[in-house]
């Protein structure tokens, strides 16, 4: 570890900078302090339901949330690794490796003679289409952190019509394609180890985000709300420009110990650190570098960014992989706590400086 250490000051570090948190993305503690909805192991994703409730994935479950109460749909013999609803409101699932239809006993495990492998995202279209990320080739959704420090970019964006069963190919070898979105005329695809989301139509795509991007949902206005499950270090970035310190690394040490992204931390004194990470009078600085954060951005409909929401380091509700708007309120999924939050939009415009009484 110390030759580590004293190759990583030898080394240029033009390409290690991290984005900085300002503007639009300027900290606040906003998911730290948002209401706790629901605490559920295993919740993953959520859609809305014609009628405006709310459809959850947990673990093997899905779950129906009425605003009051939740009640067990369904039950699969594998996780749910996401959820959608159609716009019949038919809802589906995909469960890491295959998707399933309400009411259609038919599987889909497989798109151009490739079988799926981690399927993060389900993302309908108004013509009864869904567009589907399969993030990887060689990696299941649960060994994501294999991916990333293989610098995997076997991920692909595809386009499924649940009638016919047409697939049709919109993009490939992106790395770790996490969610899709219809913007206008384009469609949008989050790639998480390349920190940007990637226009399929053209290339103005939004790059250098803070963290790692997740998945997309739409707001009436035309806009969106992204996700973003961890936010970047510098430690992470020199690991991944390391080859041979990071394969033994993975060859001899636990994947929950690795010095890479996390969707919580703080709870074990072997994870790794750097140095402004080190709690002072028992306190852990929320400037510190993260190895795990709560982030969520939204963005108008002409993709310009106009406010965020955090959990700062020394937080609990890191790991956010699904944000959703339902009228005056915004649900979010912490996976690292295992919790769904819920915020006021009002509350989110005022404490970003924006105007409350705009749409």
């Not at 991916?147 to 386009?159: A, E, N, P, Q």
């Not at 931390?265 to 306190?283: A, N, R, T, W, Y």
Request: charged fraction near 20%; aromatic fraction near 8%; include cysteine.
């Amino acid at each position: 570890m110390l030759k580590f250490v004293k190759h990583l000051f030898k080394k240029s570090h033009s390409n290690l900078a991290i984005p900085i948190l300002d503007g639009a993305l300027k900290p606040n503690n906003l998911l730290e302090n948002a209401d706790i909805i629901l605490e559920k192991p295993g919740l993953e994703d959520m859609a809305l339901t014609p009628d405006g409730q709310l459809l959850l994935a947990a673990g093997t479950e899905i779950l129906l949330f009425d605003g009051k109460t939740t009640r067990v749909l369904a039950r699969h013999d594998e996780k749910i690794t996401a959820i959608a609803v159609l716009p019949d409101g038919r809802y589906v699932v995909a469960l890491g490796r295959k998707i399933i239809i309400q009411g259609d006993p038919i599987e889909i495990i497989k798109a151009l003679d490739r079988p799926f492998m981690a399927i993060t995202s389900l993302t309908p279209r108004p013509d009864g289409r869904i567009l589907v990320c399969d993030a990887s080739s060689n990696y299941t959704y649960q060994k994501w952190q294999y991916d990333l420090m293989t610098k995997g970019c076997t991920g692909r964006l595809i386009m499924l019509d649940p009638v016919s069963g047409n697939i049709e190919l919109l993009q490939d070898r992106l790395s770790w394609a996490f969610g899709a979105l219809e913007i206008g005329a384009n469609t949008l695809v989050s790639e998480s180890w390349r920190h940007r989301l990637s226009f399929i139509e053209s290339n103005n795509d939004i790059e250098e985000l803070p963290g790692y991007p997740a998945r997309i949902t739409s707001t009436l206005d035309g806009g969106f709300w992204l996700s973003l499950f961890s936010g970047r270090a510098q430690i992470v970035e020199f690991v991944l420009s390391e080859d041979k310190f990071r394969s033994e690394m993975m060859a001899t040490i636990d994947p929950k110990h690795w010095i890479c992204p996390a969707l919580s931390s703080g709870d074990d004194f072997l994870e790794p650190m750097q140095s402004g990470g080190v709690k002072h009078m028992g306190i852990l600085k929320p400037w510190a570098p993260p190895r795990s954060y709560g982030l969520a951005l939204r963005f108008d409909a002409s993709c310009n960014p106009l406010m965020s929401v955090h959990s700062r380091v020394g937080g609990k509700n890191h790991g956010i992989v699904t944000a959703l708007e339902k009228g005056n309120c915004v649900f979010f999924i912490s996976k690292g706590a295992d919790r769904l939050l819920c915020l006021d939009v009002q509350t989110i415009r005022s404490i970003n400086g924006l105007k409350t009484n705009a749409k």
